[in-house]
Nanobody, 119 residues
Framework: QVQLVEYGGGLVQAGGSLRLSCDASGTVSGISNMAWYRQAPAKQRELVARIGSSGGTYYADSVKGRFTISRDNAKNTIYLQMNSLKPEDTAVYYC?????????????WGQGTQVTVSS
C-alpha cells in the first residue's frame, strides 16, 4: 500500500502563489507517474499536472506557464508550485501515484487539500 498526504492548501488572493506538497510513504518501490488532480464543486476531477519517474512532465492547458510540478525521488515527494492563481483554480487538489504491480497499474490517492482563490 501507498499512503499519500498533501500539504500546503489555503486561501490566497487572485494573482498570488501557493506551493502544494505530497509525501508518499509505505511501499513506494515501483511508483511510476505521480500527479496532481483537482475537483471543483459540481465538476469532474481533472488532471492538472503529471510527472514521470524520470522527470518528464505534462500540464493541462489551463495551467501551462503558471504551475510547475517537480519531484524529489529521494524524499518520495512531489510539489506543485502554483503562480498567478485565478479564482477558477479554486478546487480540492488531490495527489495521485501510480504503482506498477505485476504489470498492472494501481492508483493511490491522497485525501485532498483545499485551494481557494479569492477575486
Amino acid at each position: 500500500q501507498v499512503q499519500l498526504v498533501e500539504y500546503g492548501g489555503g486561501l490566497v488572493q487572485a494573482g498570488g502563489s501557493l506551493r502544494l506538497s505530497c509525501d508518499a510513504s509505505g511501499t513506494v518501490s515501483g511508483i511510476s507517474n505521480m500527479a496532481w488532480y483537482r475537483q471543483a464543486p459540481a465538476k469532474q476531477r481533472e488532471l492538472v499536472a503529471r510527472i514521470g519517474s524520470s522527470g518528464g512532465t505534462y500540464y493541462a492547458d489551463s495551467v501551462k506557464g503558471r504551475f510547475t510540478i517537480s519531484r524529489d525521488n529521494a524524499k518520495n515527494t512531489i510539489y506543485l508550485q502554483m503562480n498567478s492563481l485565478k479564482p477558477e483554480d479554486t478546487a480540492v487538489y488531490y495527489c495521485n501515484a501510480v504503482r506498477i504491480i505485476l504489470a498492472q497499474s494501481v492508483n493511490y490517492w491522497g485525501q485532498g487539500t483545499q485551494v481557494t482563490v479569492s477575486s
